[in-house]
């Protein structure tokens, strides 16, 4: 399972959603599951983001979710972003052509 979350920090905020974004990568990397976990900010755009996670399913991706420092995360990223973490979650489904 694969994902992109863009996010936006709100006005003023750019630094410390940065800040709150890199602490947070090395934890996901740790949970189970997690084959790739990438935070970028976007060339020439100041407090815009993509996160770039793999999961090896979507169970231990729900699972990564629900972690409870997840729970404890969400509101301090609700103050700092623009709109609601789902308007930025992208799922990924890869297909590959026939051989």
């Known amino acids: 399972m694969t994902v992109l979350w863009d996010a936006k920090a709100k006005p003023g905020r750019e630094e410390e959603l940065k800040a709150f974004i890199t602490a947070a990568v090395t934890p ?3 949970d189970p ?11 020439g755009q100041p407090g815009v983001f993509v996160i770039y996670e793999r999961w090896e399913s979507r169970a231990l991706l729900e699972a990564h979710l629900q972690a409870p420092r997840m729970a404890a995360l ?3 990223m609700l103050e700092l972003i623009q709109g609601s973490v789902e308007d930025g979650i992208r799922l ?3 297909f590959r052509p026939a051989a």
Do not use: F, Q, W
């Not at 599951?33 to 970028?40: L, Q, S, V």
């Open 33 to 43: 599951g997690n084959i790739d976990y990438e935070a970028h900010e976007v060339d």
């Open 74 to 76: 969400v509101p301090k």
């Open 28 to 30: 996901s990397r740790d």
């Open 92 to 94: 990924l489904r890869p």
